[in-house]
C-alpha cells in the first residue's frame, strides 16, 4: 500500500463521484419525465373529459327532443311491449340527434330527420352545441399552448411538442367548425391508439 502514489486513489474517488453524479443525473431526468408523462396525461384526460361532456349535454337535449316527439305522437295507455319498444326507439331518435349535432354533420339543406325536431328546439340546440364546440376548442388550444410553454428546453426539441404545436395550430387555423372537430379527433386518435403525441 506504500508504494501506491496517493494521486491513484485521487483519481479513483474522482471516478466514483462523477459515477454517482451520473446516477443521480439519471435520476432526475428520471423524475422529470415522469412529471412530463403526468402533466401530459392530465391535459389529455382533461380533453377528454370536457368532450364527454358535450356529449353527454347532446345526449341530454337529443332525449328531451325525442321524448316530446314521440309523446306527442304515441298514445299513453301503451302496453309494456309498446313501452320496451318505446325505450329502444327514444334511443335510437337520441342517437340520431346527437349524430345531426356532430360538428362534422353536414349542414347543407334540409336533412329529413331534423325536419320534425325543429319544432321542440333543434335549430337552438345546435347553435347552443356550436358554441359549446367553439369555447371547447379555444380552451383545447390554451391548454396545450401552456403546456408546451412549461416545457424544458429539451423537451421543446423532442417530436412529442413538435406535435403538439402542430396539433394546437391546426386546430387554431382550422376554418371551419368541422375541421377543428376532424384535426381534434385525429390527435386524440392518434394520442390514445397510436401512442404518437
Known amino acids: 500500500m506504500a508504494g501506491v502514489p496517493i494521486h491513484k486513489y485521487f483519481v479513483v474517488l474522482l471516478l466514483l463521484i462523477g459515477l454517482a453524479c451520473t446516477h443521480a443525473d439519471n435520476i432526475e ?3 422529470i419525465d415522469k412529471e412530463t408523462l403526468t402533466a401530459r396525461s392530465r391535459l389529455f384526460d382533461s380533453m377528454f373529459e370536457d368532450e364527454l361532456n358535450l356529449t353527454k349535454y347532446a345526449f341530454e337535449r ?8 314521440h309523446d306527442e305522437q304515441v298514445h299513453k295507455n301503451e302496453t309494456s311491449e309498446e313501452l320496451d319498444n318505446r325505450e329502444m326507439l327514444l334511443a335510437a331518435c337520441a342517437i340520431c340527434v346527437v349524430n345531426r349535432l356532430d360538428p362534422i354533420a353536414s349542414r347543407r339543406g334540409d336533412h329529413p330527420d331534423e325536419i320534425p325536431w325543429r319544432k321542440y328546439g ?6 347552443v352545441m356550436d358554441q359549446k364546440y367553439e369555447e371547447f376548442y ?26 403538439l404545436k402542430m396539433w394546437s395550430s391546426e386546430i387554431k387555423n ?8 376532424m384535426a381534434f379527433r385525429k390527435y386524440m386518435r392518434f394520442n390514445y391508439f397510436e401512442r404518437g403525441v
Not at 62 to 69: D, S, Y
Not at 154 to 163: P, V, Y
Open 29 to 31: 431526468k428520471s423524475e
Open 122 to 127: 333543434f335549430e337552438d340546440i345546435r347553435k
Open 138 to 163: 379555444v380552451k383545447i388550444v390554451r391548454q396545450i399552448d401552456e403546456y408546451v410553454k412549461g416545457l424544458t428546453a429539451e423537451e421543446h426539441s423532442r417530436m412529442t411538442a413538435e406535435n
Open 174 to 181: 382550422a376554418s371551419t367548425l368541422a375541421a377543428k372537430d
Open 62 to 69: 337529443g332525449n328531451e327532443i325525442c321524448h316530446k316527439l
